[in-house]
């Protein structure tokens, strides 16, 4: 055996398991705060709450920084061409989470100026309903989007770049 | 250093401005000398949208204001309605109107708290702030189901009667409040960073606080006793005994004192309200399709952010013709290029913060 | 209550000195529970604000609202009516002015009198299309510069136009 391994334990791991282990317990949010539901989001992050139980705490406030997108409140059609460039500046691998009525298909707001869904423009992960969602629900969604990362094959993508367009 | 003007744009997507609002700067080295907001990224039409629905169905829209003080939003249209309709709402109801309004201006000035700490650097303000309002809103959850957008008060009155163990409930939180409050205060009052960053920034004279149509704490700030509750009062608030706290310099800091007394002020008003709870209906009779002869209705209340008002145009249907909502962060907001100018450019966060403002009834 | 808000002789003498200053530019005056309620023809609007403001002490501008009469025709028979609301404050009185604009008519602008009707201004030229003459800075407020047509005009769609994205 090569010396590295006599000097201590090691562990084996599938690849797999062992990134998407990482990524889905530190998943460093992008809060775009957009309307009430941010109220409720920033009320997760808070002291009752306290989504550092998911290693999720560190809310950031740059795109490049984080690796899941939540977008909380109403997406209008202005907003909408600045949501899209946000996304598009955020690293792979990332996620989008839809939270509340309004990201999903527009909420209450049948009208002129807002945009029927975030889903429009850009790729959401899970969907969280409610107008707003309580704590408890966007919990929930983030531990769904969990399960979802660790069923997920990051490998492949490394062993063959072409795969993610493809799937 | 040569006067250089740089111009900077801050937003929509920024973490202090509160929501989705931009602000494009021009400052000479740290200094400001313009601010204009651009505003419109939660325009969600919300005033074309009433024309489409039914006087009840409005209400839980406006929730969706002001939604930290979502209470307050359904008090001032429903009041608007009332007017219009000439429907009398029984006296308990009013006072458990009282309650609620008021409980709801406690959790939007514990979450200011927070939020304005958190913009000046103080992280953990933002946490005993929060903790204090989720009693509040457990209060509320508690009362009908909802934390956010409570959806509390309805045309006639309020949709469920205060039963005796809220009543302790209430009772208890309010007592736990001086304390968290306290917390805060030995937090923040002395602190000297805080102190060096609101004392003497964004000041403004009572008169051109008039001027620029300021109205709640901001212009109370400044001396000028205006509280509407006072001077127009609505829902039983003449009954209650309470002051009404003002700042004398009209700067960040004193806009910070007056909110603290006010969550005071308001923990009084809600222990009278309880006390003297009236026997009776908790709701008018209103008929089920509220149909309305034309006229129309201006009502304002004071809310959290300053006054509020609704004016509410019927046309014999049982839709509205028109609702326009007087926003007080709409208004408040104008001022703030006034504020800044002259200030450093990292006082801006403070000063715009020190407003309290809501994009989504600037908005719509 | 304060002392102003309840003195009905008060508020009719402003009516009295109203009527005067303006003579038949006054179309309609009221005084009712602390309130003035007066009907103007738009061209003395701004001289009135400013009577208003100077000589009776209307220290806030409150509100600006915009009617749109299109299915509900006034009596005027004008498009659109502007009511601006006013303060006074200490005493706690309303005061309620009401033009009638037709339909790509203009305003005069009531900045130069009262500079928190600003914004105002824009929102209604950017919800119902009325231009606001000698408006320091008329632009949209709300919607995208590009943006056709004026949503609270009673012929716009509640969902728009175009669709959106
Ligand atoms: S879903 Fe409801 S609570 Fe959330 S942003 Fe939309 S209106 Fe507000």
Redesign the interface.
């Known amino acids: 055996m090569s010396e590295p391994f006599e000097r201590g334990p090691f562990l084996l791991a599938r690849a797999d398991a062992f990134i998407t282990w990482a990524q889905k317990n530190s998943l460093w949010p992008f809060g775009s705060g957009l309307a009430c539901c941010a109220i409720e989001m920033i009320a997760t992050a808070a002291a009752r709450y306290d989504i550092a139980r998911f290693g999720m705490e560190l809310f950031r406030a740059s795109p490049r920084q984080a690796d899941l997108f939540i977008v909380a409140g109403t997406v209008t059609n202005k907003m909408a061409p600045v949501l899209r460039r946000l996304w598009d500046q955020m690293p792979d691998p990332k996620w989008a989470l839809a939270m509340g009525n309004c990201a999903i298909g527009g909420g209450p707001f049948p009208t002129y100026s807002v945009l029927q869904g975030v889903d429009r423009i850009i790729p959401v992960d899970v969907y969280v309903a409610g107008c707003p969602p309580t704590p408890q629900g966007l919990i929930h969604g983030l531990m769904t989007l969990q399960e979802k990362i660790a069923r997920s094959r990051p490998t492949k993508e490394i062993l063959d770049p072409h795969a993610r367009r493809q799937s | 250093m040569a006067f250089r003007e740089i111009d900077l744009n801050m937003g ?4 202090s401005t509160h ?2 609002l931009r602000l494009k700067l021009a400052v000479d080295n740290e200094v400001v000398l313009r601010v204009e907001p651009v ?11 009433w ?2 629905l039914t006087y009840t169905q409005i209400v ?2 406006t ?2 204001l002001d ?2 003080a979502s209470l307050s939003n359904n008090l001032a249209y429903c009041l608007a309605v009332e007017k219009l309709a000439g429907i009398e709402v029984p006296r308990r109801a009013r006072y458990i109107r009282v309650v609620l309004a008021e409980l709801q201006r406690l959790a939007s000035h514990l ?1 200011w708290t ?1 939020f304005m700490a958190n913009d000046i650097g103080a992280m953990s303000v ?3 702030g ?2 204090a309002r ?1 009693d509040i ?1 457990d209060i509320f959850e508690e009362y009908c189901g909802a ?3 409570v959806h509390g008060i309805r045309i006639g009155g309020a949709v469920h009667d205060l039963d005796g163990p809220l009543v302790s409930r209430i009772r208890a939180v309010l007592e736990r409040i001086p304390k968290r409050l306290a917390d805060i205060r030995s937090l923040l009052d002395e602190n000297r960073i805080w102190k060096e960053r609101t004392v003497g920034i964004g000041r403004i004279t009572a008169g051109e606080a ?4 300021l109205t709640g704490p901001p212009l109370r700030a400044c001396g ?3 509280d509407m509750r006072k ?3 609505y829902s039983s608030y ?1 009954d209650f005994d309470f002051d009404v706290p003002l700042g004398t310099n009209g700067d960040v800091y004193d806009r910070y004192l007056v909110r603290l007394e006010e969550i005071c002020q308001s923990i009084r008003i809600v222990g009278q309200a309880l006390d003297g709870l009236p026997e009776g209906e908790f709701k008018a009779k209103v008929p089920r399709v509220l149909k309305i002869a ?1 006229g129309e209705a ?1 009502h ?1 209340i004071e809310a959290p952010k300053g ?1 509020l ?1 609704f ?1 509410v ?1 019927s ?1 014999g249907t049982d839709k509205p ?2 609702v ?1 909502m ?1 926003s007080p962060s ?2 408040n907001l ?1 001022s703030l290029e006034h504020l800044c100018q002259g200030n450093l450019f990292s006082d801006v966060i403070g000063i715009l913060g020190s407003l309290d403002i809501v ?2 009834e600037i ?2 | 209550m304060p002392a102003d808000r309840a003195d009905q002789s008060k508020l009719r003498k402003a009516l009295d000195a109203l009527a005067g200053r303006f003579g038949d530019a006054v179309l309609a005056g009221a005084a009712d529970k602390g309130e003035l309620a007066v009907r103007l023809t738009k061209d003395v609007i701004v001289p009135a604000l400013s009577f208003f403001k100077e000589e009776l002490g209307f220290n806030a501008f409150e509100d600006l609202v915009v009617f749109d009469n299109l299915n509900s025709p006034d009596e005027g028979g004008a498009r659109f009516t502007v009511v601006y609301r006013l303060f006074k404050f200490p005493g706690a009185v309303r005061a309620r002015l009401t033009v009638e604009v037709g339909d790509g008519e203009s305003l005069p602008s009531a900045v130069p009198v009262y500079r928190a009707a600003d914004w105002a201004e824009r929102e209604a030229f950017d919800m119902f299309g009325i231009p606001f003459e000698g408006h320091p800075d008329l632009r949209r407020i709300y919607l995208p510069d590009d943006f056709e047509g004026h949503p609270l005009r009673k012929d716009f769609p509640l969902a728009g136009r175009t669709g959106g994205l």
């Open positions: 929509p997507q920024h973490p929501g989705v505003l419109g990224y939660l325009h969600r039409g919300m005033e074309k949208l024309e489409s839980p829209l929730d969706r939604y930290l979450a927070g933002l946490l005993y929060f903790e989720e809103l934390r956010l957008t008039i001027d620029y149509g000028v006793a205006w001077d127009i009062p003449d034309p201006f304002t006054v008002g004016t145009r046309n013709e028109r326009k007087k709409f208004i104008q994009l989504g908005d719509k």
